[in-house]
């Protein structure tokens, strides 16, 4: 079984309409949509959710009003600001102290601290994953809760759990819509993949990123491959990202041209090679190609 991520750096390259694109022409795949804080995989494969799972991403610590003596121990002890003098009395004190739920690291330090055993330390509900049903295969895919964190924890086990399907129906492929960045959530995509294909756009803030995460792929020697978005947007800046990447000994799988079909067929729920069999889908059936066979273990570009 083997494992593509589709990265991108920055958001609005296209990855995931290729990554659709790509489930589209996979025949025995597994779906894994690991760009949790901006997930839109299901828009294009309307899964038909079949499991869903709270996830539990770390600990979140909560007063018990009646047990606490106002001492403001665990609002020295918190390094995260999260203890505030401004809750509600009790039999015991005027006043007493609350923890903010946003901004509790969920250390358990107060826990700890507290004298009057006051302070409750419970599994946080972070956001729900679930197990679905898309026309092209098997999806594994997640919500994360406004402002929750823990995007890489919630990425290692969406993609633990993409691999345990892909086992149990005898799938040779898994396909990963990776996160954006090059920080935890993106570490937590891309490490130990059999291969990264990089959707770059000619931008500058876009090539930057591109060089970044191609540092990151590199350091945690991963093959990679790119491919070049838009690229007649702004030919100079392709061929000076292309002549880069030729320098890196990374070889550039995929020119894809600007075509408003991709937002059309974005609005119509479909993936560009169902919507068209225009240009366009053939560029990308040709780096589907490229990108299979260096899967199978061939050199491309
Ligand atoms: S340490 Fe415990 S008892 Fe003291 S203010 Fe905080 S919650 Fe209340
Ligand atoms: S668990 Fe940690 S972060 Fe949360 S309130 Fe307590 S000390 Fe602060």
Redesign the pocket.
Known sequence: MKELVVISGKGGTGKTSIVAAFASLAENAVLADCDVDAADLHLILAPDIKQRNDFIGGKR?SVITEKCIGCGK?AQ????D??VFDGPVNDLVRKTYK?DPVA????????HFCPADAIEFKDAVNGQWFISDTRFGPMVHAELGIAEENSGKLVSLIRKQAKQIAAQHNKDLIIVDGSPGIGCPVIASITAADLVLVVTEPTVSAQHDLERVIELAGHFKIPTLVCINKYDINRKMAAEIARKIDNRNIAVVGRIPYDTTVTKAQIAGQSIIEYSNNGLSEQIKSLWLAVSERLAGKEVG
């Open positions: 610590a665990c002890v918190c390094n995260f999260a203890a923890i509790c690291e969920g250390c358990g330090v107060c826990v």
